[in-house]
């Protein structure tokens, strides 16, 4: 049974930083090509963070996030993080791994993936 965990959100203050982690089990006949990180504030649209493909380690961000926010990858782990600095109110939202079996599809399309986590909640706030 495929499984994704995030942890490491929470209250911070504009300015300051968190680190999220998701961990990835289950993973048995089957490979995914990405993980991806997505963010929905309430009342929006869940959105495109940040993308990684397994193979090389290539990553992709969306353009509100670039510069401030970092993914990585550590694979005998099975597990990805997003450090994220440089927070602002804005990115206040619940954030979700998930992962991309390899179908096609673009990085920041939520319907590119296929198994997603139970989210962790991010607020940025004074």
């Known amino acids: 049974q495929v499984q994704l965990v995030e942890s490491g959100g929470g209250l911070v203050q504009p300015g300051g930083s968190l680190r999220l982690s998701c961990a990835v089990s289950g993973f048995t006949y089957l490979d995914y090509y990405a993980i991806g990180w997505f963010r929905q504030a309430p009342g929006k649209e869940r959105e495109g963070v940040s993308c990684i493909i397994k193979s090389d380690g290539r990553t992709y961000y969306a353009d509100s996030v670039k510069g401030r926010f970092t993914m990585s990858r550590d694979n005998a782990k099975s597990t990805v993080f997003l450090q994220m600095d440089s927070l602002k109110a804005e990115d206040t939202a619940v954030y979700y791994c998930?992962?991309?079996?390899?179908?096609?599809?673009?990085?920041?399309?939520?319907?590119?993936?296929?198994?997603w986590g139970q989210g962790t909640q991010v607020t940025v706030s004074s």
């Open positions: 998930a992962t991309d079996l390899g179908y096609g599809g673009n990085w920041y399309n939520p319907n590119s993936y296929d198994y």
